[in-house]
């Protein structure tokens, strides 16, 4: 069994990967700034943990070194995000700095912090992160968020060329999925049926649709994947059935 260094690892995504991480067997270190939830999602999978910020890089050092055994992590998964929707002229310095800062300059020094880690695993590491859909699909007031997001889509890019045959790195693409993150989105329940519909599944997205793909792309099931975007989305991004 494996060894996983979960950033996130409080939030809805980031536990719903813990979980299934630790139901398949599998050693699970979390890291996240908010110490109960953490202390709540470690109880229920048995997970060690960190409380430490994805933006100060001396906490990130300490976690990857804290969430590998012996010096020796199987799998990194960076499951830190923001939603920050506003219309570009209202958008500033600081929301634009701030969303690249935690998506992608984040998922950066988790992924140097850990490499040293990730290198002494038996057979092919493997990093996980998250973009979404509205990269490629391109939605009103996402302005910010797509911008950091593509950068991240560009670092699994690069990085899936420069850490092979070692290291796989992919990403997973939701489209809206209820999670805490996402509670200002979903609260309503007028706004998120019109969203669901949509979908060609006519529904939002749960954390347990996304935690089966990234356990399947953390884990040696899918070894020879690697450089790849993947849409968990309800087809969102690529299906259109009406019209």
Same mark, same amino acid.
């Given at each position: 069994?494996?060894?996983?260094?979960?950033?996130?690892?409080?939030?809805? $995504?980031?536990?719903?990967?813990?979980?299934?991480?630790?139901?398949?067997?599998?050693?699970? %270190?979390?890291?996240?700034?908010?110490?109960? &939830?953490?202390?709540?999602?470690?109880?229920? !999978?048995?997970?060690? +943990?960190?409380?430490?910020?994805?933006?100060?890089?001396?906490?990130?050092?300490?976690?990857?070194?804290?969430?590998?055994?012996?010096?020796?992590?199987?799998?990194?998964?960076?499951?830190?995000?923001?939603?920050?929707?506003?219309?570009?002229?209202?958008?500033?310095?600081?929301?634009?700095?701030?969303? +690249?800062?935690?998506?992608?300059?984040?998922? +950066?020094?988790?992924?140097?912090?850990?490499?040293?880690?990730?290198?002494?695993?038996?057979? !092919?590491? /493997?990093?996980?992160?998250?973009?979404? $859909?509205?990269?490629?699909?391109? +939605?009103?007031? %996402?302005? /910010?968020?797509?911008?950091? &997001?593509?950068?991240?889509?560009?670092?699994?890019?690069?990085?899936?060329?420069?850490?092979?045959? &070692?290291?796989?790195?992919?990403?997973?693409?939701?489209?809206?999925?209820?999670?805490?993150?996402?509670?200002?989105? !979903?609260?309503?329940?007028?706004?998120?049926?019109?969203?669901?519909?949509? %979908?060609?599944?006519?529904?939002?997205?749960?954390?347990?649709? $996304?935690?089966?793909?990234?356990?399947?792309?953390?884990?040696?099931? /899918?070894?020879?994947?690697?450089?790849?975007?993947?849409?968990?989305?309800?087809?969102?991004?690529?299906?259109?059935?009406?019209?």
């Amino acid at each position: 069994m494996g060894r996983y260094l979960i950033w996130g690892g409080s939030g809805g $995504i980031g536990a719903a990967v813990a979980r299934r991480l630790s139901t398949e067997g599998h050693a699970v %270190h979390l890291a996240a700034r908010d110490a109960a &939830k953490l202390e709540a999602v470690a109880r229920e !999978t048995g997970a060690t +943990f960190t409380v430490a910020d994805a933006l100060e890089p001396d906490a990130v050092r300490r976690a990857s070194e804290q969430g590998a055994a012996g010096g020796v992590l199987d799998g990194l998964c960076y499951a830190v995000g923001s939603i920050n929707l506003k219309p570009a002229q209202r958008l500033t310095d600081a929301d634009v700095e701030g969303d +690249f800062r935690l998506n992608a300059l984040g998922a +950066f020094r988790a992924i140097q912090a850990a490499l040293p880690a990730l290198k002494k695993a038996e057979g !092919t590491a /493997s990093i996980l992160l998250f973009s979404t $859909i509205a990269v490629a699909q391109g +939605f009103t007031a %996402h302005a /910010s968020v797509a911008m950091a &997001k593509g950068a991240v889509e560009g670092l699994v890019h690069a990085l899936g060329a420069e850490l092979a045959p &070692k290291i796989r790195i992919n990403a997973i693409a939701p489209s809206l999925t209820r999670t805490p993150l996402a509670s200002a989105l !979903t609260a309503n329940a007028s706004v998120t049926d019109a969203i669901a519909a949509l %979908h060609p599944l006519q529904r939002l997205g749960e954390v347990d649709d $996304i935690a089966p793909m990234a356990a399947l792309l953390l884990g040696p099931g /899918s070894g020879w994947i690697t450089g790849q975007v993947i849409g968990v989305d309800g087809g969102r991004s690529t299906l259109r059935t009406k019209g």
